[in-house]
Each structure stands twice: as structure tokens, then as C-alpha cells.
């Protein structure tokens, strides 16, 4: 729990360097999927990476000043509902154990708040993701200036938090590359189970299941998102889930997947051949996109530009396609009228952390960040040809991305999802060694 306090620690130090005052943070509400049967639960990822704490109704309160303080609102203890539903800490146990100066019971929290704001300079909150969390923030500011009379004030600004934690999460520790990467050892192994079940009549859900079945074996709490399994024409579909359709000898096979591990996510994409061999139009593609991700990812290094990767994939594949013939002129010129984008119509990449589209601004004060050793992302090109009079049939309903996960080192990147093969000869040659039905 040292990590997690040294994090609130440091967004302490931020705050007092602007000013001061509190910050409330609330972690995510339960959904209810259906009458009586709720999804299963996630804490807030920005409250996690503070607390640790994964209980719902738990908000937390730090407050600056010459004594810095820390409080933790959370479920009291309560016998009959841990019999049905679980185990909680209560304000008592969750105090000590999580390493605040105080815990009090959620219920307290709408009475107790406008006492904590009491003549602070500014309140820093999540605000704008749940309309009743912020119903109850403006209504404790309410509560506090009816006591003007008194002589007390209520917060002058009201800040986002958001962006500050943003900042924090962008570059992850020990802690935390320690997770991603057993996440991405995880993930490589479930996507090379996977290969070696598909074969052709399988369904695609069949395919899904072992997926998910490493995914739990080896420790994972959930998929860090919902598993895209899309052969043939779905996978040109950037975010196919159905899952249902049965594989056809001769097509390939797009596998989107990662678990979430600890609160991180990895996301892997691999693409195959159904029947365990390329074909030539398949391996032309394929080998493209290949060399797209290696020219992304040789760009990912400190002092670098976010953009550059994508810039890099973007060269590839342009020229690519004009030696395959689907497209046609000068590359520079394709390159700036964005030609590509009817095959390769998504971005290089995105950060990777608690979230799998995880928190950090792309751009700082109008320009690309530039990349710092410790930030993680994916690197994942791709190429989507559907059928067209002016599209070679033998490219008809391919589609190919490959996405590894990558972290910023002080010397260029680490690959952390080196476990499963992105290489023709490795996937045909795991592929051979098939699990049977």
C-alpha cells in the first residue's frame, strides 16, 4: 500500500503547488445489467490508482496544508450483507490497511463533506462522468455558503482532476510495468492457444473461449475489453464482437484480445491463416503490415513525437499498397491526401495502463508529446480490403492488424507481448502443433 500512498502524496504536493484545497475523488457506481443481476464490478480507475481499494461506494478526500490529510469514505461493516455478497473492510480495517489518516462510513459522506470544504481555496473533483455524483458536490458547496453568516467560505474554483491524474498515469513505475508485463505473458500465451485451436468449421466463439480460458487460468480477473474473434469479411470490421460466425478453409482469422490483470490491460491483435498456411495474396498483405508495425515501433523512444510511429506505418503501407497495385500516383502525394485511409483507416496506436485506451493528452500545448521513457502503448497497423470492382478479387476480405504492446525505456522500447509470434514462419509452425477439439 506504500505505492499507493506515495501516489496521493504527490497529487498532494501538485495540488498545494496551485493553490491548495480538497480532493474528492469517487470510484465507479455498480450497474445494474438487468433486474436484479449487476455487471460485474470495476472500481474508477483514476480512485484504483490512488487507493488500491476495489469496494464500490468508497470515495476519497485529501486535504493540503501544513497537515496534509487523507480519508477514506467507504461500506460499513454489515454481517447480513456480507453473507450474501462478500466480504467488506469497513472504515476501521480499510483505514489501517490501505493507509489513511481516517476512514469513515459512505454514509456519513453527504453530511460530512460540507465540514471538509469549510474555508478551503478550491475543491478538485471528477466531474461531468456521473450527474448525481455531481448533484452531490454542488450541494455541499451549497451547503457551505449558507453559512456565510457565520464567516466561513466555501471553495472560490471548483478544478477537473482529471487531467493532473492524467498526467501522473502517463508515465507508469515499477509497480505497475511489473503487472503489464506479466498481463502481456498472459495475453501471448492465450492468443497462442488460440491459434493452435483454430482449424476450418470451427465457430468463432469456440476460438473466444480458450482465449478466455487462459485468460482466468493464469490469474486474470476479466478481458480488459470484449474479445474481437472475426474471420474472413468480419475481420474488416474494426470492431467486430459477434463471435459467432463458422471459420472457412482458405480465410484468415483476426484475433483482437487481452486480459485485464490487477486493474492493467494488455491488448494484443494477431491475424492468421484458418487452415495453418497463408496464401500468396494473404502473405503479401500480411508481410506489409508486418513491416509497417516494425518501422512504428523502431520510432518509439524517448524525444521521439507520439506521431512519429504512425508517420513511420503510414510511408509502409502507402508504398505498399502501390506496389501491390492498390493504389495508384506518387506516395508523397498519397501520403498527404491521406489515400491510405480506404484501406488503413485507424490511428498506429494509443496509451496502454489501467484503461486499455488509458489516460493521457496525444498533444501538449498544440504540438505531439513527445514520448518519455516509462509511457506504455500499443503499436497495432493494419490493412481492410473489402470487395470492389477496382480491388483485385484474390485481396477480397482481407483483413490484417498486428498489435503488440509497448513500453518507452531510456534506449528506445521493450516489446512486452513478444510471447506470441508475429512472423509467418513462427505462426505456421506453432499452428502445426494443433490442440485437438
Known sequence: MDIFRARRIRLLAEMTARGGGVAVVSTAPERERNRGVFFPYRADSHFFYLCGFREPEA??????????????????????????????????????????????????????????????????????????????????????????????????????????????????????????????????????????????????????????????????????????????????????????????????????????????????????????????????????????????RAKVRPGNSWNAPHEAAIAVLTQGFIDLGLLKGEAQELIQTQACRRFYMHRTGHWLGLDVHDAGQYKVNGQWRPFATGMALTIEPGCYIRPADDVSEAFWNIGIRIEDNVLVTPDGCEILTDGVPRDIEGIEELMRDQIQA
Open 59 to 296: 470515495v476519497l478526500v485529501l486535504i493540503t496544508g501544513d497537515s496534509p490529510r487523507q480519508f477514506l469514505f467507504c461500506r460499513a461493516k454489515n454481517e447480513e450483507q456480507e453473507t450474501w455478497v462478500g466480504y467488506r473492510h469497513g472504515p476501521e480495517a480499510a483505514a489501517e490497511r490501505f493507509g489513511f489518516d481516517s476512514a469513515w462510513p459512505i454514509d456519513e459522506f453527504d453530511r460530512k463533506l460540507p465540514e471538509l470544504l469549510i474555508n478551503q481555496p478550491a475543491l478538485w473533483t471528477n466531474l461531468a462522468n456521473e450527474p448525481e455524483w455531481d448533484r452531490r458536490i454542488l450541494a455541499a458547496i451549497k451547503a457551505v455558503r449558507g453559512k456565510v453568516r457565520s464567516g466561513d467560505t466555501a471553495p472560490q474554483t471548483v478544478h477537473e482532476i482529471s487531467a493532473m491524474l492524467d498526467e501522473m498515469r502517463l508515465l507508469k513505475d515499477e509497480f505497475e510495468i511489473a503487472i503489464m508485463r506479466r498481463a502481456g505473458e498472459i495475453s501471448a500465451a492465450a492468443h497462442c492457444r488460440a491459434m493452435r485451436a483454430t482449424r476450418p468449421g470451427r465457430l468463432e466463439y469456440e476460438i473466444e473461449a480458450e482465449l478466455l480460458y487462459v485468460f482466468r487460468a493464469a490469474g486474470s480477473q476479466f478481458p480488459a475489453y470484449t474479445s474481437i474473434v472475426a474471420s474472413g469479411p468480419n475481420a474488416c470490421v474494426l470492431h467486430y464482437t459477434n463471435n459467432d460466425r463458422r471459420m472457412l478453409d482458405g480465410e484468415l482469422l483476426l484475433i483482437d484480445a487481452g486480459c485485464e490483470l490487477d486493474g492493467y490491460a494488455s491488448d494484443i491483435t494477431r491475424t492468421f491463416p484458418v487452415n495453418g498456411r497463408f496464401s500468396s495474396p494473404q502473405r503479401d498483405i500480411y508481410q506489409l503490415v508486418l513491416a509497417a508495425n516494425l518501422a512504428a
